[in-house]
């Protein structure tokens, strides 16, 4: 068997070259070194904790907070005849058992898992057990406070590493500001450990802001403009749905997709959009994550989201191909109330944090000082109506008390029906004596499925009840019956968030938050909404201004977004007119900092468009400065141009 890193590149995933970086990562690895790498949404992360696995003998631990990504990655490693497995919130712990011990005696090379499982005495004590080569670390940035995503079971990772020292951990995350970077490496204990950072320039993807109450409608044009796949992203489940039927009724195939679906709709709507049958997907930041679609040639933001980090990482999926691509942003000044709005409500008080606390105790029924590890569905709709709660609120609250370290709310988890008979082949055919409606329903089980008395397997009720033409709820029945007689053991599908208490309840006016942290938390988000709003107001080029945010020291002008577009537009304009404008901004700014939309309501709308391409200029070349929206005189250094400097525009 090899174990050179091209040769099992090429043997398993059929390419003759590394893409760049990769290699080096993989070297770095296979020497036993800690690393992070930093590579942009399509950079190909997965092939370099992949490739290294499969040189030498061992397993990868890979963990990741993404159920969906981690079940896309296993399907595909398993189409390509390797062993992987992943073990997440919902399922059964008789099949987590079987898959830890299969990852211990078995020829598993690859055991995806949530942090929250990693830390489970069950998991802690088989990982133990397990010739464990490499620890990779997907989305390192949920280590970080810092970051935009933060959860609070990754800081366990660093301390789990006691168990295995002499596996390398390599961290993985497509986005991370400098401060970010530096926690990601002190959490995980680095040792000695390199930074691997790709740039984060995309040169075939133009970023467009464009200002515009009329979203809709701009969304049409750009797509009747710009043929080939796209993305629209939208906030909230409603209007992925409103969306998707407006650009239905004008005659483009679309279709939407959101959490809220359940498994079947989800798969063959991705699958649609897959292969062409749709050409727009409108979703909420639900859909995207470790899809492999390379020939995006539009990713549309109907709204601004709450950071530059959440933006960059879904406008990346857009030219993967290298081939020419538009990333837009349709952006109004209600998108940043909205966030105001939003902002406000993430950050409740501690009586609504303990109310919700309680209502969680009260439904789940548990007892002060148990329930520490456990997991249940959880249904945010019927609890709140249960409970009198708002939903936001209530969504808000959760959030806080998950990042607080006393719970998780994972996303939506499919996790299929299983079973396993649980009586030997004697007993099975007394009970099938005494019990005749039952028997073909038992029989057609031991058909279909093989090894049903040894091992659980996953079954289909409506593959059954097709074959013994019975109706679906006949054979629901009829398995319940089985299992409450004892006679297999059944665990109907699940398609429900998960919530996990990570510590034993506490009397609700004992709940308490490091409010250090806390605030610490609620300025950082902060400031990510100022930058993210900053985007979308400054007339810098777009890709400077994500490059900077993510600490590129000298980025070029991209020369192909909206910004660098309306500047080489603005040397149409006249020395004339160019100092005439000029000098008029000079007066205005002064008196006081203005928005962009303050000064260009200072001019006629005919002369608005050329204004707008002199403050491009006059920005992109330090001759005026923006803070926060804000655009001032320089308070020392660069002056205003003289008239005559205009005129090399």
């Known amino acids: 068997m090899t174990t050179q890193p091209r040769d099992i590149l090429q043997q398993y995933w059929g ?83 079987r898959l830890l011990d299969n990852c211990i005696y078995g020829e598993v090379k690859f055991l995806y898992l949530s942090p ?31 970051g935009y995503d933060f959860r609070p079971p990754y800081l366990q990772i660093g301390a ?47 970023y467009v802001v464009r200002e515009t109450e009329a979203k809709e409608e701009h969304l049409l044009r750009i797509l009747q403009r710009v043929p080939g796949s796209s993305v629209v992203y939208v906030r909230n489940r409603r209007r992925t749905r409103e969306v998707a039927l407006f650009l239905q009724r004008q005659g483009i195939p679309a279709g939407y997709y959101h959490a809220g679906l359940n498994p079947e709709q989800r798969s063959k709507r991705q699958d649609a959009w897959l292969n062409g049958q749709l050409r727009v997907m409108v979703s909420t930041n639900a859909f ?13 933001h109907l709204e601004l989201p709450d950071s530059l980090e959440a933006y960059f990482q879904e406008a990346g999926r857009a030219g993967r191909d290298g081939l020419k691509s538009y990333a837009v942003l349709l952006y109004h000044d209600q998108d940043r109330q909205q966030l105001e709005r939003q902002f406000t409500l993430a950050y409740p008080g501690m009586e609504e944090l303990r109310r919700v606390y309680r209502a969680l105790g009260s439904h789940y029924q548990l007892a002060v000082g148990s329930g520490s590890g456990e997991g249940y569905d959880f249904d945010l709709a019927g609890f709140c109506q249960t409970y009198s709660l708002d939903p936001i609120h209530t969504y808000h609250c959760l959030k806080v008390l998950e990042q607080e370290g006393w719970l998780i709310l994972t996303e939506a988890v499919f996790v299929p029906s299983s079973m396993k008979m649980l009586v030997d082949k004697d007993k099975l055919y007394d009970y099938q004596l005494r019990h005749p409606a039952l028997d073909k329903l038992l029989k057609s089980i031991l058909r279909s499925y093989q090894g049903s008395f040894t091992e659980y397997f996953h079954i289909r009720e409506s593959r059954l009840a097709q074959f013994l033409n019975h109706p679906l709820e006949q054979v629901h029945r009829g398995l319940e019956m089985l299992n409450k007689d004892g006679i297999i053991d059944y665990h109907p599908q699940r398609d429900q968030p998960q919530l996990i208490f990570l510590q034993e309840r506490v009397a609700a006016e004992n709940l308490q938050i490091d409010l250090q942290q806390y605030n610490f938390r609620k300025n950082r988000h902060l400031e990510r909404i100022r930058a993210a709003v900053g985007y979308a107001t400054t007339a810098l080029c777009r890709s400077q201004q994500l490059l900077r945010y993510f600490d590129d020291k000298s980025p070029q002008a991209c020369g192909i977004c909206d910004v660098c577009l309306d500047r080489e537009k603005a040397e149409t304009l006249s020395n004339s007119d160019l100092t005439r404008y000029q000098q008029k901004i000079e007066r205005l700014l002064s008196r006081e900092p203005l928005t962009i939309p303050d000064i ?50």
């Open 15 to 97: 390419y003759s070259d590394f893409r760049p970086l990769q290699e080096e990562i993989i070297t770095a690895v296979l020497n036993n070194q800690d690393a992070l790498a930093l590579m942009p949404t399509g950079g190909g992360k997965s092939l370099c904790f992949q490739v290294p696995t499969l040189c030498r003998p061992g397993i990868c631990l890979v963990i990741s907070p993404l159920i969906a990504l981690m079940k896309d990655q296993v399907q595909q490693l398993q189409k390509r005849g390797i062993q992987a497995v992943a073990i997440y919130a919902g399922m059964h712990y008789r099949e987590i058992d």
């Open 116 to 146: 929250e499982r990693l830390l489970t005495p069950l998991a802690q004590e088989r990982i133990r057990r397990m010739n464990v080569s490499l620890i990779a670390v997907d989305e390192a940035h949920c280590i970080s406070q810092w």
């Open 160 to 206: 789990f590493r006691q168990f295995l020292p002499d596996a390398p951990v390599l961290a993985l995350t497509a986005t991370a500001t400098p401060e970010v970077v530096i926690d990601i490496q002190e959490k995980l204990l680095f040792r000695k450990g390199t930074v691997f950072q790709k740039s984060f320039a995309r040169q075939n993807l133009a």
């Open 288 to 300: 995207g994550m470790g899809i492999d679609k390379p020939d995006v040639r539009t990713v549309v």
């Open 600 to 649: 260009l309501a200072c001019f006629a709308p005919k002369f608005q468009e050329s204004i707008l391409k002199t403050l491009h200029y006059l920005l992109d070349e330090g001759f005026l400065q923006e803070h926060e929206g804000l655009i001032t005189l320089p308070q020392s250094g660069n002056s205003l141009p003289s008239h005559n400097s205009l005129g090399n525009l």
